[in-house]
């Protein structure tokens, strides 16, 4: 475990100097952006949801007034945020180790320790925040915790939002109607309780919500990509659409993955990024935890989704922020189009190959019967003899 946990720490370490790059423009600003550096003017002397408006759950917005409080200037902030995104960077590395329960998902450590993903979003955006309470989530999922799995589940929804997909997961996992009943309470109180003192204070809690559904596709996603082809297609059109293909995509893969919860943290997640309206390349990250933990998807096929995500991210803010041309965009968009067909044909894979782990062990069984049959046993001799 050691070397992996190191190994995340010098990767995070190295995103963290990547993105520093900004403060000297050593770097185009569309290679080493991030958007954890501009968030330091909107919470300078400022409370976020009370003195300004936040796009992000109530966590997230703490976590960014807390890192400015603490660290004073921008400088001082960029370091105590990279610290605690950091901290969680090497946590998520320690319990992917702790669930990777045989050898070949400990050598699939390295997908998340030394991915390119990790290197250039680890300090891009606040993800690892809300990524690293969903892998806590499945650790003492499956150590059979109800509690601190639903407390985990919670606090990751507070940060992020996103984890609110694998509610099934622990409703799954603790089933009886006394266990479904307190996970509910749990995850609505312990909401209600943190979102409160917003609440109470008239703070402008709701512009999350208020902001994602009236905010349009993301330019990379493929929702833009059809608007091309349909420019009539309303954002209220594509967010019923969104949650409509989500939906169907999340009980298909209730269907068949019920009894198997990180093939089907796995599925949830897939689903959910080939329906949002929104694709962020960061969101990527979310994918690689769980790779590590079901060794059905191959090596190949995440490297190669890292490198086309990649390939999306830098044309995309060549076209934000340096106003590149539409041949640019057009590049964007044709490799945004071939990583929803990898989200897709690897969702597909998971929902519909057959078992390769049940037929080897099937195999494996027919061997060992194979070698205590008294004739095969008989066989052998005679061959050794001759």
């Known amino acids: 475990m050691k070397p992996a946990l190191k190994t995340t720490l010098f990767i995070a370490f190295l995103s963290a100097l990547f993105h520093a790059t900004a403060f000297s423009n050593l770097l185009p600003w569309s290679v080493n952006y991030s958007d954890v550096l501009p968030f330091f003017q909107n919470t300078n002397h400022q409370i976020p949801y009370v003195d300004s408006q936040l796009e992000y ?10 890192s400015a409080i603490i660290g004073q200037n921008q ?15 090497v946590l998520i590395t320690y319990f992917l180790a702790k669930l990777s329960t045989n050898s070949k998902t400990t050598k699939r450590l390295w997908l998340f320790t030394l991915s390119p993903s990790l290197l250039v979003f680890a300090l891009y955006n606040w993800d690892l925040l809300a990524l690293l309470p969903v892998i806590v989530m499945l650790y003492f999922v499956n150590k059979n915790k109800h509690l601190p799995s639903v407390i985990a589940l919670t606090l990751g929804f507070l940060i992020k939002f996103f984890p609110i997909i694998y509610l099934p997961i622990v409703i799954l996992k603790f089933k009886k109607p006394k266990q479904i009943f307190l996970t509910l309470s749990l995850f609505l109180g312990l909401s209600f309780l943190i979102y409160s003192p917003l609440i109470l204070t008239n703070a402008s809690w709701q512009f999350f919500f208020t902001f ?10 493929i929702w833009a990509l059809i608007q091309l082809f ?28 019920h009894q198997k919860p990180l093939k089907l943290t796995l599925a949830l997640t897939l689903s959910f990024l080939i329906a949002n309206k929104v694709l962020s390349p960061q969101f990527i990250l979310w994918l690689l935890p769980l790779f590590v933990l079901v060794p059905n998807v191959s090596a190949k096929i995440i490297r190669l989704l890292e490198l086309v995500n990649l390939i999306v991210l830098f044309t995309i803010l060549s076209v934000i922020l340096n106003q590149a041309g539409d041949h640019v965009y057009a590049w964007t968009l044709i490799f945004s189009l071939v990583r929803h067909i990898i989200l897709i044909t690897t969702l597909a894979f998971l929902l519909f190959a057959k078992n390769s782990t049940r037929l080897s062990k099937k195999a494996q069984s027919l061997g060992k019967i194979r070698d205590q049959a008294p004739v095969a046993q008989g066989i052998e001799q005679l061959s050794s003899k001759q």
């Open 230 to 257: 349909i420019p009539t297609l309303s954002i209220a059109t594509i967010n019923s659409l969104s949650a409509i293909i989500f939906i169907g995509l999340s009980l298909l893969c209730l269907l068949k993955l």
């Open 212 to 221: 994602n559904q009236v905010r349009p596709p993301s330019p990379d996603s």
């Open 57 to 66: 759950p109530v966590l997230t917005g703490l976590f960014i007034y807390l």
């Open 75 to 89: 400088i001082g902030y960029y370091l105590v945020s990279s610290i605690g995104l950091i901290t969680c960077a």
